[in-house]
């Protein structure tokens, strides 16, 4: 029996009436998309149609997702807001904190010791306050939401980007900061500009060495990584049905890539299938009883250029698979242009590792199909020419891999087993060598390869591909190899050919886990005691921030002017650093360490106006903030792309930054610079970023009159006296601008005022 199925048969006797009404209102047929939304709008029942990309909307989620890493500042958030317990299903994954290195038992021992202080305080809050909680081993959060949470129609939230991996069980799931989620877990409405929608018509059927991952692969290619911003992807066609749910639910996962809202896919036979194998018949039956209701309706997919805002067509049965790549996850290449393309480029030929899993591709089915490469090895006479590793998408996964002997495949080819973690997806990977910064290649199954993203290396360069053309590239070890045409040559000196991977979509004999892991919370948490040691290196209570004095901002001095993509992974790094993601102060020292600095391309280098002298980028803002100068960030295109880390917020606000003036904003990232008292700004002319000098000292003209709509204008005073007046645009409704005012979303739930 599924998890809180009240809820869930609750969401669907709600959803008939208010679709009904939502569609006359519209006065057209829905999208999937639009069905979900207008069936979780916080006041109820539909009233009026909202403008997509226009309208802000309160709605109200079904449950919220947290990671360990997120987790330790949404839950030191939810604590100061002083509620009993969560208002909604919640649940805590513990999977960013395991760093891979050795094996999975010895990696997850390590974990365990090393971070046993913060796993006890994620326990024992979740304890307190009503939280499900999943202990390390238990999973990467999304392949455990899959398989135990999502459910077709329902809407999430989740403090981690690719929470949009729900999707592929129909969801509208979407990741956000901390600050989100404790609104909804406070029990507040949560609050999100209607979406504009793309659709993507899925014809023909994949085949052959084909995989769901190069749809995405392809989309990406399409829509850049910034394509998707402010828009719900959906997809639908023969295409769509004829896929197995769990290459939805990747295809779902590097939406993010292109950032997009969300992804989802309509309910399916696929999809009733994965929730009846992961023992939840009951959420298939009553899914069943509102079918048409949890797709799109006829007509929008029979026309769907009359409904989505963008139409992308892509024919499956001619789709070839794609390698994406290096240090962006939007350029895309057919497998069989890569040869030509690393030539042209002098990317290294050599592939150092090949690494498959992660929460994009850990499903049964992909790690079937790469398992039944792997024996090709064996069977071929072939020897596998790069590193290999296989990281499980939850225990239930490892568990019945294990039970059907793909395990002991990958063994037998020399093959690492990691936790069932994120590990090298998100940095934390020890690899061997890499401190020397040797230029090298990887392929990888992830959904990101930015610079440093995997293994610290800024040389390393990252490819993603599905799990079995990793696999076969890791086997041949050549980055120009095409195993749809090329050859290998065998120990016995023959020349062989790999054939195409197969694998079972589920297993027959269903999923297995002795212990998957899952803690639940006390029933009555009121006597449970949660400690924070005051002298903790990696967990510190939070103060609030000061409240906007309601003056204009003057004698800003600039902080930082990045240059080019600046992402959450330059803003706030992970890897190393996330053992201090539950202490503000000492993860604020790895602000900004990454961007590079307009002036001089450097990374963590920039003038500190009061000595004149270069230092590191924390290193300024605590200088200013000590000598009560206010600091703004002056940034590209799609600043904050990637994460939905709110540390990337928290930290400038608590180092005194006031502003982040950019050329555009990722969407996560802009909302959480607004939900900690920041002013996220953009450029009203893009060419004005040109205009700002090293020296600059920032005056607010008329932040005093602050108001929906109405663009701010900010003085810049250069060094030899002369002044440009810049226009800076923003997106703050009337209720956000109550969070600046207030000091941060936070202060106002504190205070019973949200």
């Not at 398992?371 to 072939?382: E, G, I, P």
């Not at 090298?424 to 992830?446: L, Q, Y």
């Given at each position: 029996?599924?998890?809180?199925?009240?809820?869930?048969?609750?969401?669907?006797?709600?959803?008939?009436?208010?679709?009904?009404?939502?569609?006359?209102?519209?006065?057209?047929?829905?999208?999937?998309?639009?069905?979900?939304?207008?069936?979780?709008?916080?006041?109820?029942?539909?009233?009026?149609?909202?403008?997509?990309?226009?309208?802000?909307?309160?709605?109200?989620?079904?449950?919220?997702?947290?990671?360990?890493?997120?987790?330790?500042?949404?839950?030191?958030?939810?604590?100061?807001?002083?509620?009993?317990?969560?208002?909604?299903?919640?649940?805590?994954?513990?999977?960013h904190?395991?760093?891979?290195?050795?094996?999975?038992?010895?990696?997850?021992?390590?974990?365990?010791?090393?971070?046993?202080?913060?796993?006890?305080?994620?326990?024992?809050?979740?304890?307190?306050?009503?939280?499900?909680?999943?202990?390390?081993?238990?999973?990467?959060?999304?392949?455990?939401?899959?398989e135990?949470?999502?459910?077709?129609?329902?809407?999430?939230?989740?403090?981690?980007?690719?929470?949009?991996?729900?999707?592929?069980?129909?969801?509208?799931?979407?990741?956000?900061?901390?600050?989100?989620?404790?609104?909804?877990?406070?029990?507040?409405?949560?609050?999100?500009?209607?979406?504009?929608?793309?659709?993507?018509?899925?014809?023909?059927?994949?085949?052959g060495?084909?995989?769901?991952?190069?749809?995405i692969?392809?989309?990406?290619?399409i829509?850049?990584?910034?394509?998707?911003?402010?828009?719900?992807?959906e997809?639908?066609?023969?295409?769509?049905?004829?896929?197995?749910?769990?290459?939805?639910?990747?295809?779902?996962?590097?939406?993010?890539?292109?950032?997009?809202?969300t992804?989802?896919?309509?309910?399916?036979?696929?999809?009733?299938?994965?929730?009846?194998?992961?023992?939840?018949?009951?959420?298939?039956?009553?899914?069943?009883?509102?079918?048409?209701?949890?797709?799109g309706?006829?007509?929008?997919?029979?026309?769907?250029?009359?409904?989505?805002?963008?139409?992308?067509e892509?024919?499956?049965?001619?789709?070839?698979?794609?390698?994406?790549?290096?240090?962006?996850?939007?350029?895309?290449?057919?497998?069989?242009?890569?040869?030509?393309?690393?030539?042209?480029?002098?990317?290294?030929?050599?592939?150092?590792?090949?690494?498959?899993?992660?929460?994009?591709?850990?499903?049964?089915?992909?790690?079937?199909?790469?398992?039944?490469?792997?024996?090709?090895?064996?069977?071929?006479?072939?020897?596998?020419?790069s590193?290999?590793?296989?990281?499980?998408?939850?225990?239930?996964?490892?568990?019945t891999?294990?039970?059907?002997?793909?395990?002991?495949?990958?063994?037998?080819i020399?093959?690492?087993?990691?936790?069932?973690?994120?590990?090298?997806?998100?940095?934390?990977?020890?690899?061997?060598?890499?401190?020397?910064?040797?230029?090298?290649?990887?392929?990888?199954?992830?959904?990101?390869?930015?610079?440093?993203?995997?293994?610290?290396?800024?040389?390393?360069l990252?490819?993603?591909?599905?799990?079995?053309?990793v696999t076969?590239?890791?086997?041949?070890?050549?980055?120009?190899?095409?195993?749809?045409?090329?050859?290998?040559?065998?120990?016995?000196?023959?020349?062989?050919?790999?054939?195409?991977?197969?694998?079972?979509?589920?297993?027959?004999?269903?999923?297995?886990?002795?212990?998957?892991?899952?803690?639940?919370?006390?029933?009555?948490?009121?006597?449970?005691?949660?400690?924070?040691?005051?002298?903790?290196?990696?967990?510190?209570?939070?103060?609030?921030?000061?409240?906007?004095?309601?003056?204009?901002?003057?004698?800003?001095?600039?902080?930082?002017?990045?240059?080019?993509?600046?992402?959450?992974?330059?803003?706030?790094?992970?890897?190393p650093?996330?053992?201090f993601?539950?202490?503000?102060?000492?993860?604020?020292?790895?602000?900004?360490?990454?961007?590079?600095?307009?002036?001089?391309?450097?990374?963590?280098?920039?003038?500190?106006?009061?000595?004149?002298?270069?230092?590191?980028?924390?290193?300024?803002?605590?200088?200013?903030?000590?000598?009560?100068?206010?600091?703004?960030?002056?940034?590209?295109?799609?600043?904050?792309?990637?994460?939905?880390?709110?540390?990337a917020?928290?930290?400038?606000?608590?180092?005194?930054?006031?502003?982040?003036?950019?050329?555009?904003?990722?969407?996560?990232?802009?909302?959480?610079?607004?939900?900690?008292?920041?002013?996220?700004?953009t450029?009203?002319?893009?060419?004005?970023?040109?205009?700002?000098?090293?020296d600059?000292?920032?005056?607010?003209?008329?932040?005093?009159?602050?108001?929906?709509?109405?663009?701010?204008?900010?003085?810049?005073?250069?060094?030899?006296?002369?002044?440009?007046?810049?226009?800076?645009?923003?997106?703050?409704?009337?209720?956000?601008?109550?969070?600046?005012?207030?000091?941060?979303?936070?202060?106002?739930?504190?205070?019973?005022?949200?």
């Open positions: 029996m599924a998890f809180d199925i009240e809820m869930i048969k609750k969401v669907y006797a709600n959803m008939p009436g208010r679709v009904d009404k939502a569609r006359e209102i519209v006065g057209r047929p829905l999208t999937l998309t639009e069905k979900i939304l207008y069936n979780h709008l916080w006041d109820g029942n539909p009233t009026q149609a909202f403008g997509r990309g226009i309208d802000y909307v309160d709605f109200a989620p079904d449950r919220v997702a947290c990671q360990d890493a997120t987790a330790q500042m949404a839950l030191l958030q939810f604590m100061h807001a002083g509620k009993k317990t969560v208002a909604v299903p919640t649940t805590v994954h513990c999977d904190l395991i760093q891979a290195k050795v094996d999975a038992a010895t990696d997850l021992a390590r974990a365990k010791t090393q971070s046993n202080e913060v796993f006890d305080f994620l326990s024992s809050v979740s304890n307190k306050y009503g939280i499900g909680f999943w202990k390390p081993g238990a999973g990467i959060i999304h392949q455990v939401v899959l135990n949470y999502a459910f077709p129609g329902g809407m999430m939230i989740g403090t981690d980007s690719h929470t949009v991996n729900a999707g592929g069980l129909g969801m509208v799931a979407i990741g956000v900061g901390g600050a989100d989620a404790v609104d909804v877990m406070s029990g507040m409405a949560w609050e999100l500009k209607f979406p504009k929608l793309i659709g993507v018509k899925l014809t023909g059927k994949l085949s060495w084909t995989a769901p991952k190069d749809v692969l392809k989309v990406a290619g829509l850049t990584v910034k394509g998707g911003t402010g828009a719900i992807v997809y639908f066609g023969e295409g769509a049905t004829a896929m197995s749910c769990t290459g939805k639910g990747t295809i779902c996962n590097m939406g993010a890539e292109i950032g997009a809202t992804s989802t896919f309509g309910y399916d036979d696929s999809m009733s299938r994965y929730l009846r194998s992961t023992n939840r018949a009951d959420v298939a039956d009553a899914a069943d009883k509102v079918a048409s209701y949890l797709t309706d006829p007509e929008v997919y029979a026309n769907p250029e009359h409904y989505f805002d963008q139409v992308i892509i024919n499956l049965s001619e789709l070839e698979p794609h390698l994406n790549g290096p240090f962006t996850p939007d350029l895309a290449t057919p497998i069989s242009k890569m040869k030509e393309e690393a030539i042209k480029n002098n990317w290294p030929l050599q592939i150092q590792v090949g690494l498959i899993g992660s929460c994009t591709n850990s499903s049964y089915e992909d790690i079937a199909r790469a398992a039944s490469l792997a024996k090709q090895v064996t069977a071929k006479n072939l020897k596998i020419k590193e290999f590793t296989i990281t499980p998408g939850s225990e239930v996964v490892r568990s891999i294990e039970r059907d002997g793909f395990i002991d495949t990958f063994d037998k020399g093959a690492t087993v990691f936790a069932n973690a994120c590990g090298p997806c998100i940095g934390m990977w020890d690899r061997e060598g890499a401190e020397k910064e040797e230029r090298n290649t990887i392929v990888h199954s992830f959904n990101r390869n930015f610079s440093k993203r995997a293994d610290g290396n800024p040389n390393t990252a490819f993603v591909g599905s799990p079995e053309l076969a590239m890791a086997i041949a070890g050549d980055l120009g190899f095409n195993p749809l045409t090329d050859t290998l040559i065998n120990e016995d000196g023959e020349e062989v050919m790999l054939d195409a991977p197969t694998g079972d979509e589920l297993p027959s004999k269903g999923f297995y886990a002795e212990d998957p892991g899952f803690q639940a919370p006390a029933e009555d948490g009121s006597g449970v005691q949660v400690a924070v040691s005051p002298t903790s290196e990696r967990l510190q209570l939070l103060a609030p921030f000061d409240a906007w004095d309601g003056k204009n901002i003057t004698g800003a001095k600039l902080l930082i002017k990045a240059f080019g993509k600046c992402t959450t992974d330059h803003i706030s790094m992970a890897g650093w996330l053992r993601r539950g202490h503000l102060d000492n993860i604020s020292n790895n602000m900004l360490i990454g961007a590079v600095n307009a002036f001089n391309q450097k990374t963590n280098a920039v003038k500190n106006q009061l000595t004149g002298s270069y230092d590191a980028v924390p290193a300024v803002a605590r200088a200013y903030k000590a000598a009560g100068v206010p600091s703004i960030v002056v940034g590209d295109h799609n600043y904050g792309e990637g994460s939905s880390r709110e540390h917020a928290m930290e400038p606000r608590f180092l005194g930054v006031k502003a982040v003036l950019v050329k555009s904003f990722a969407r996560i990232h802009e909302t959480n610079l607004k939900k900690q008292g920041l002013l996220g700004l450029f009203a002319n893009e060419a004005d970023y040109d205009k700002i000098q090293e600059d000292t920032i005056n607010f003209i008329d932040l005093v009159d602050f108001a929906p709509g109405k663009p701010l204008s900010l003085e810049f005073v250069h060094a030899n006296g002369t002044k440009d007046i810049i226009l800076a645009n923003h997106t703050y409704n009337a209720g956000q601008i109550g969070w600046f005012v207030a000091g941060s979303a936070l202060n106002l739930i504190a205070a019973g005022k949200a």
